[in-house]
C-alpha cells in the first residue's frame, strides 16, 4: 500500500510540473529561451514532413519516395512534388491533442490503475479473513474434550462440532 502512495505522490507532482508549461496559440510552437514563435512555411519544392506542433517548429522536406518503393512510378508521379499552398479561403487543419487533453489520458489511466489496485486489496483483504475464520473454525472442530470418570479411572474423549447459529 506505501507503494501505492508514493506513485501517486510523484504522479501529482509530475501533473503539476506539466501544468506549468505554456500553451502558444494555433500555427505557434514553443521555445524555451524565447517563447511562442510563429510556424515555419515549407519553402516550394519541398512538402510538410511534420507539422508544427508544441515544442518543435514544421519540418520540411523533399517527398519520401522511398517509402512508396513496391509501388510502380508513373510519368506523372516521377517529376518533383509541388506543394498546394493554401489560400485564405482554405485553411489546413491538423489533428492534434492540446495539452489538456494529454494529462486528461495520463490522470485517468491513473485513476483506473489506482482503482485496480484498491479492488485487488479488498478482495485480498476478503480472502485473508475468509481464510483465519475457516482456520479458526476447523482448529475449535478438531479439539476433543476429555473427561476422567472418577468411578472406572478412565478418560473416555468425545469429539464434538460447532453447530452455527442462525
Known amino acids: 500500500m506505501p507503494s501505492v502512495v508514493v506513485f501517486l505522490v510523484v504522479a501529482v507532482i509530475l501533473c503539476g510540473a506539466a501544468a506549468s508549461t505554456p500553451s502558444c496559440p494555433s500555427m505557434h510552437f ?49 517529376s518533383t512534388p509541388t506543394p498546394k499552398t493554401p489560400s485564405n479561403d482554405e485553411t489546413l487543419v491538423w489533428p492534434e491533442k492540446t495539452e489538456g487533453d494529454r494529462w486528461f489520458t495520463i490522470t485517468m ?31 475449535i472442530t478438531e479439539e476433543s474434550a476429555c473427561v476422567e470418570e472418577p468411578l472406572t479411572k478412565q478418560i473416555s474423549c468425545e469429539q464434538f462440532t460447532l453447530v452455527r447459529e442462525t
Open 30 to 78: 514553443f521555445v524555451q529561451e524565447e517563447g511562442c514563435r510563429k510556424c515555419s512555411e515549407c519553402s516550394e519544392g519541398q512538402v510538410m514532413l511534420r507539422p508544427c506542433y508544441g515544442d518543435r517548429d514544421t519540418t520540411c522536406g523533399l517527398f519520401p519516395w522511398s517509402e512508396f518503393k513496391g509501388k510502380p512510378v508513373t510519368s506523372d508521379e516521377s
Open 109 to 139: 489511466v491513473l485513476v483506473v490503475i489506482l482503482v485496480i489496485a484498491m479492488v485487488g486489496g479488498i478482495v485480498a483483504l476478503l480472502v485473508l479473513c475468509y481464510v483465519c475464520r475457516q482456520r479458526k473454525l476447523r482448529a
